[in-house]
């Protein structure tokens, strides 16, 4: 079985720990480490959670975490330790133990850059929150992006509708400028947005099918990732939010750059609007049979999904 290097970017909260979950137990993901970026928490709090989380689902793992862009973003979403649909402590009210580990002191552009230096044309960089440190990080290393395998962004939303404005995702909204940066410089670049990303869902009653036999050894994290789900389930983040189950988006992140195969997907030259009330956020994808969008790059978009091979790739992390 092939191992994905990964480089998994992150913010603080329920989303982001089940993406964590799910990379450190996935038997083809080598997790090289962890980046943050301010969220529902600090970029800090968030780095130092990876390590808690690393702690107690993977113990012995080694995982790196670097903290990275903490100055707040335009447009700044849900900031703070009461942010709706993530609880009191950014994990749904879950206390973990202090992480025997620390932080690095290298920022997360630094660290992103000098891994890529030391294994070029090997990591994908996995970006499941806003995109603010890849900027930062090209400015680390101009020829950065030549140095990764591939870079998947989970944003945007291009044939449906947007989730923080009617045509804007959340993730591109905080940060528009970085969105669109990356857009424009990250190469082999696949944005998994809520046309494919909002496909993914679970109820938590399906870890009832696989509690039973779930290893020891795995049991703790299963028992936090139950905690995460329900309090999603009991604490949607938004309107919209399937009643009953609690969304995946970072493990569709993961999933795209893992096994792509479950993907449909539609090439286009893309922007994203940095401007206006409603349209920051936006993605601009020439659809018509001879684009000419100024600054526009070949992006290519995940439409749809295969959702429930996606969910047994999910579960089945359990089971091994």
């Keep these: 079985m092939e191992r994905h290097r990964i480089i998994l970017d992150l913010e603080g909260g329920i989303d982001g720990a089940i ?24 970029a800090f ?17 080694g ?21 709706a649909g993530h609880g009191p402590t950014g994990l749904g009210g879950v206390l973990l133990p202090p992480a025997e580990g620390q932080p690095l002191r ?3 552009a630094e660290f992103v850059a000098r891994l890529a230096g030391e294994r070029p044309g090997e990591l994908a960089y996995v ?43 959340a993730n591109f909204r905080a940060d528009p400028e970085a969105a669109d940066a990356l857009l424009q410089t990250a ?35 299963l028992r936090l990732l139950r905690r995460l789900l329900d309090y999603r389930v009991r604490h949607p ?19 795209a750059a893992t096994r792509p195969e479950l993907f449909a997907y539609r090439v286009w030259p893309a922007r994203v609007a940095a401007e206006g009330e409603l349209t920051a956020g936006m993605v ?24 429930e091979a996606a969910l047994h790739a999910f579960l089945s992390v359990w089971v091994r």
């Design 284 to 307: 601009i994808a020439d659809r018509r049979r001879r684009p000419s969008l100024p600054g526009g790059r070949p992006v290519r978009f995940a439409v749809d999904l295969d959702t």
């Design 106 to 108: 290298e920022t997360a």
């Design 127 to 169: 970006l499941a929150g806003r995109a603010t440190n890849w900027p930062l990080a090209l400015r680390q290393d101009p020829a950065l992006a030549g140095k990764l395998r591939r870079v998947v962004q989970l944003g945007g939303a291009v044939l449906v509708s947007g989730d923080a404005t009617p045509v804007a995702e």
């Design 63 to 83: 995982l790196r975490a670097a903290a990275g862009a903490d100055a707040p973003a335009p447009r700044q979403g849900r900031i703070g330790p009461a942010a």
């Design 237 to 255: 983040l938004r309107d919209g939010d399937p009643i009953g189950l609690a969304p995946l988006p970072g493990v569709a992140a993961l999933l």
């Design 187 to 221: 190469p082999d670049l696949t944005a998994v947005g809520l046309d494919a990303s909002a496909k993914l869902a679970i109820a938590p009653s399906r870890l009832g099918l696989i509690e039973p036999i779930v290893p020891p050894a795995q049991a703790r994290a």
């Design 19 to 42: 993406a964590l979950i799910y990379a450190l137990l996935a038997p083809d993901i080598a997790l090289e480490g962890v980046t943050s970026v301010r969220g529902e928490t600090s």
């Design 45 to 61: 709090i968030a780095a130092e959670q990876a390590l808690r989380i690393a702690q107690l689902c993977a113990p012995g793992s």
